[in-house]
């Protein structure tokens, strides 16, 4: 698992950096797996603390680069995994409310 300062040195030096924050997203969605899978996640709450921890991260990585939205990792998985998300904000997620910014799905396709 990576640091945001890392993700942030990675987009900043890739020569693609929309190829780049594709694969960062993957990272990220692969780092919720990895870690409900080292805490032993069995209850919802406990999913969302890790959701809320990695929008976290999230948000200082955007906040670091150019062109990255704030709320992208809750898009992300809205876009990619909408049942996932269902479940989650009906469990209690509440992804961070960073205005009205308006979607894209460039770096999602």
Known sequence: ?????EYTARFNNS?????????????FIMET???????????????ISI????????????NSVEDVRLDG??????MKMPKL?????DAGWRPKNLGELERTTEFLN
């Open 85 to 89: 998300y269902t479940m989650l904000v």
């Open 73 to 78: 990792f809750s898009v992300l998985i809205e």
């Open 1 to 5: 698992m990576m640091k945001a300062k």
């Open 33 to 47: 797996k990895e870690l409900a899978k080292a805490r032993h996640i069995e209850s919802n709450s406990a999913l």
């Open 15 to 27: 020569e693609n950096p929309m190829e780049e924050l594709r694969k960062i997203g993957y990272d």
């Open 51 to 62: 959701f809320k921890e990695l929008e976290l991260k999230w948000v200082a990585f955007a």
